[in-house]
Every structure is written in C-alpha cells, then in structure tokens.
C-alpha cells in the first residue's frame, strides 16, 4: 500500500504505512521513494510531517528479509546498500522543511529514519528509541554515522551507535536526539506547526540554507563515509556476524534461524 499524503493547510503529512511496524524492506524503500516522488509532482512548494501509524514509528531493517541477505553473497549486499542508502540521502536532503512526527518505538534503521529529517517531535510517553545494529551483529554505516552527528552532534552519536542502549523519550531529548516531547494526542498538531514557521515565500531560502548548513557532512559523506563503507559488504557477512545473527534471532523468535 502506497503511504498516505494529506494536506494540512500548505503542509503535507505523509504516514508510513507499509506493513503494521513499518518494517525496513525492499517495499518499504520503494514506497518511500515513490512517496516523494510524488511530493515533488503534486506538492512541490509543501513542508513535510513524516509520521507512522499504531505504536511504531519504524521498527527498522525487516531482519527476516535482511539476516538471509547476510548470509549471502557480498556483491548483493552491496547491491542492496546502494538502494538503501538511496533512501536516506533523499529523505536527508530533500529540500523542503521536513519535521519527523515520532509517534512510537523507533529502532535501528527506523531512529535513522526520524533522525535524518531536520525536526523531530516525539510523543512524550509510550516509546523507546535506540540503535542496536552493532549489538546484533550489522556493523552501522558510516554514511549513516556521519548523518547522526549532523543530527546529534558527535558525543550523541558514538554512544547511541556503538552501545545500543535503548532510551525513553525523557531520555532521548535530554540527549538532543528528539527536539521537543508533546502528549500523543498534540503530536501531528505540533509537528504540522513547526513544519509550516518557514513562510510560504522564503522555502527557496530554506532550501538554499539547508544545503550550507549540510555542506559539511555531505562532503564527509562523499570524501570519508563512502570510501569506508566499500568494508560493509564483508563485515555484514563475516562468520562472526552470521553467528550474532543467528543468536539474536534465537532470542527474538525463540526458534532455530532458518538460513
């Protein structure tokens, strides 16, 4: 099912909705891109909430179709980053106002998602976040690195990506990784808000603005991040990462990894 676009006076909300948790998956990727793909046709001048559905904002990599991915050959994973990593630069760059509406759990690949985008408000009770890639075995992109320090600032992001702790949002916001915490019911109000400060007639200016801003880490990107993460590939499919995947299935489905 295609995500959802409602207008919300000059503002467009889009809702997530591609399975029950908006697991991260090759149709997931497709109906993001397809999403601004028609926000750049129908809705060029608009702000953007990003938002989900239910309790989940994202869950993340979908490990049922990403740990046999590892198991595989290293030319496919490298295929499939490209495309992933696709994803995120679009949603990181994309030149409108973009305001995350974090309305429940955010994890791993899901967090990055809310984090990319230039705002994030989150509800104030009921959600956890947190990056537990290395934890499980996936070692975290460096591109994706590089984008949670723009977001984060460095501190913030070496601890979340390296120790995989899970935080509330009272403690994800003393930490700066969600700007504001508003009850569930003011959420998509509050996010409509901030999305629509920037005036109709100076978006161009905004967009223009965020470009400078970004320079930085998208040179990082480019000259660094990149280059490194040529390494993905065989650290996603080395044996000791085949074992933790195995593991933490065993723990998550209480059953055998079938790959």
């Known amino acids: 099912m295609s995500w959802t676009i409602e207008r919300r006076g000059r503002v467009a909300v889009v809702t997530m909705n591609t399975n029950p948790v908006n697991a991260q998956n090759r149709a997931f990727f497709a109906d993001l891109h397809e ?33 046999p991915l590892f198991a595989g050959d290293e030319a496919d994973v490298a295929s499939w980053f490209q495309d992933y990593r696709a994803t995120n630069m679009r949603l990181f760059t994309y030149p409108r106002p973009t305001v995350a509406a974090v309305n429940g759990h955010a994890f791993a690949g899901g967090l990055i998602t809310a984090a990319v ?20 075995g996936i070692p975290m992109p460096s591109v994706y690195v590089r984008m949670l320090a723009y977001a984060w600032g460095d501190p913030v992001a ?33 996010a409509v808000a901030v999305a629509g400060m920037t005036p109709q007639e100076c978006i161009g200016q905004y967009a223009f603005t965020k470009r400078a801003c970004q320079s930085g880490a998208l040179r990082d990107i480019m000259e660094l991040a990149d280059p490194l993460d040529k390494e993905l590939p065989a650290g996603m499919t080395s044996e000791q990462a085949r074992h933790a995947h195995r593991r933490y299935w065993q723990q998550l489905k209480g059953s055998q990894a079938p790959w």
């Open 117 to 136: 985008c230039d705002y994030r408000v989150s509800v104030a009770e009921g959600a956890r976040f947190g990056l537990n890639e290395v934890p499980i």
């Open 158 to 190: 070496a601890r979340t990506c390296l120790l995989g702790e899970i935080f509330s949002p009272a403690q994800a916001h003393a930490l700066g990784m969600v700007h504001e915490l508003v009850p569930a019911d003011d959420l998509l109000e509050r």
């Open 35 to 67: 999403a601004f793909d028609r926000l750049e046709r129908d809705h060029p001048e608009c702000p953007v909430v990003l938002t989900g559905t239910g309790a989940r904002f994202s869950a993340g990599l979908d490990l049922g179709e990403h740990f």
